[in-house]
């Protein structure tokens, strides 16, 4: 008998599209930079799916894929703060753990409301006006760098350094910081994380790490180009469209985008503020939304019911999944979409490296090899192993 299964195609863009879009980044490259990437272009597209896999082994890994903008307001959506110091200061809770084990709130996020019309300048905490500048270099010293820690335990001196010149008391037990921002996601931080980490890589010349880091951080670009991506109703479970996940980046450029897709998109160029480059694209691909979920709502009800679903029979397994004349009618509704932002990835991907590298100095990279292959292939045998055998830790996007 054979098994039904609903073809929910992988995650993000499907491995397919995330492949095919670093490999053609390559292209974009200038003559400096692309005999290196040319030399190492199947590592580049092979790795290319290495934060999906990831995201079976750390916890951490999955709130980098997207950003539930939509969560925090309504476009432009000047309520979210684009600095990840100000994003977590202005959503993090101090709570104090009493010795009997009770956990009390301290210092509520909400004291620090948000606007960027408006930027806060002070806030009042147990009746002392406290100037958000000042708050602010204490919570990048004393709070922000335990984010990855487990239990986030707050220094005590640290506390009472600050806290004290306005007279407050820290009292007994442990103080810890509770955010609440991460689990809706982090994608565009992340992006000016990894921008920094590349280019440190190109800095110190670190083939291995150059090349490791150009994989993901186009992988994370790619998410960036997706606007379901950006939104918490991120596989239509909000709508009664569940499946359009995979439908919109994997169904569709598995059809169309070797045969019809046209991928000449220009050579990379550079980028004065990665910031502000980020969060445009996010913000882009949050634009789309709309249309991605309400055509497809629309053509649901008009369509023919029975050439929506379509069986294929792969290795003896029968797999539900949209039927290609329904793809291709979607697709034509959304005038492209799908080729274009996947065009707008690619170069995006090559723009970013190439941004990296002038920022390091544009070190030659025709002495600069690949040098710790068996290190490499080493970590991606240990993620395959997790990506096997754990259960994703954090969101599915296709569920
Ligand atoms: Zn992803």
């Given at each position: 008998?054979?098994?039904i299964l609903?073809?929910?195609?992988t995650?993000?863009w499907?491995?397919f599209a995330h492949?095919?879009i670093?490999r053609?980044a390559?292209?974009?490259l200038p ?5 290196f ?9 092979l ?8 995201r ?10 997207y ?12 309520q979210?703060?684009r ?7 202005h959503?993090t809770?101090?709570m ?15 004291l ?20 958000i500048q000042e ?8 709070i ?10 707050i ?12 007279g407050l008391h820290?009292?007994s037990?442990r103080y ?8 809706h996601?982090i994608?565009?931080?992340?992006l ?19 090349l ?9 670009v790619?998410d ?25 980046e ?5 059809l169309f ?13 550079y980028?004065?503020n ?5 969060w ?6 949050n ?10 709502k629309?053509?649901?009800k008009?369509f023919p019911?029975?050439q ?8 003896n ?6 039927c290609e ?9 959304m005038?492209g979409?799908?080729e ?5 990835a690619?170069?995006?991907?090559g723009s970013?490296?190439y941004?990296?590298?002038?920022d390091?100095?544009q ?5 600069i ?6 290190k490499?292939e ?7 192993k ?8 954090g ?5």
């Amino acid at each position: 008998m054979l098994a039904i299964l609903f073809l929910s195609a992988t995650v993000d863009w499907g491995f397919f599209a995330h492949k095919r879009i670093n490999r053609l980044a390559c292209f974009t490259l200038p003559s400096d930079l692309f005999g290196f990437y040319k030399r190492n272009i199947d590592y580049i597209t092979l790795h290319a799916v290495d934060p999906d896999k990831r995201r079976y082994a750390s916890k951490f890994e999955a709130v980098r894929h997207y950003i539930d903008l939509d969560n925090w307001g309504v476009a432009p959506f000047e309520q979210v703060p684009r600095s990840w110091l100000e994003v977590q200061m202005h959503n993090t809770d101090i709570m104090r753990i009493t010795k009997n084990g009770d956990t009390l709130s301290w210092m509520k996020h909400e004291l620090l409301p948000f606007d960027m019309n408006e930027p806060t300048t002070e806030f009042i905490f147990e009746k002392n006006i406290i100037q958000i500048q000042e708050y602010k270099n204490f919570f990048r010293y004393a709070i922000l760098p335990s984010f990855y820690d487990d239990d986030r335990d707050i220094d005590k001196s640290k506390l009472k350094d600050f806290f004290g010149q306005y007279g407050l008391h820290i009292k007994s037990g442990r103080y810890i910081a509770v955010e609440n921002f991460s689990e809706h996601g982090i994608l565009p931080y992340h992006l000016v994380q990894m921008q920094n980490r590349l280019k440190k890589a190109f800095e110190t010349e670190n083939s291995a790490q150059i090349l490791r880091l150009s994989a993901e951080m186009g992988h994370y670009v790619g998410d960036a180009h997706v606007p379901l991506h950006t939104t918490k109703n991120y596989n239509g479970q909000l709508t009664d469209q569940r499946g359009i996940h995979g439908f919109w980046e994997s169904r569709i450029p598995e059809l169309f985008a070797d045969e019809e897709y046209d991928y000449f998109v220009g050579k990379a160029e550079y980028i004065e503020n990665k910031e502000d480059y980020f969060w445009d694209m996010v913000l882009t691909s949050n634009s789309h939304v709309d249309s991605v979920l309400l055509i497809e709502k629309e053509m649901s009800k008009t369509f023919p019911e029975d050439q929506q679903y379509c069986y294929t029979d792969r290795s003896n397994v029968l797999t539900r999944t949209y039927c290609e004349g329904y793809a291709r009618a979607y697709s034509d509704r959304m005038q492209g979409m799908v080729e274009k932002r996947m065009r707008d990835a690619i170069l995006s991907i090559g723009s970013v490296w190439y941004t990296a590298w002038v920022d390091a100095g544009q070190p030659d990279m025709s002495s600069i090899d690949f040098t710790e292959k068996e290190k490499l292939e080493a970590e991606e045998a240990e993620l395959d192993k997790a990506f096997k055998t754990e259960q994703i830790k954090g969101r599915k996007h296709t569920e």
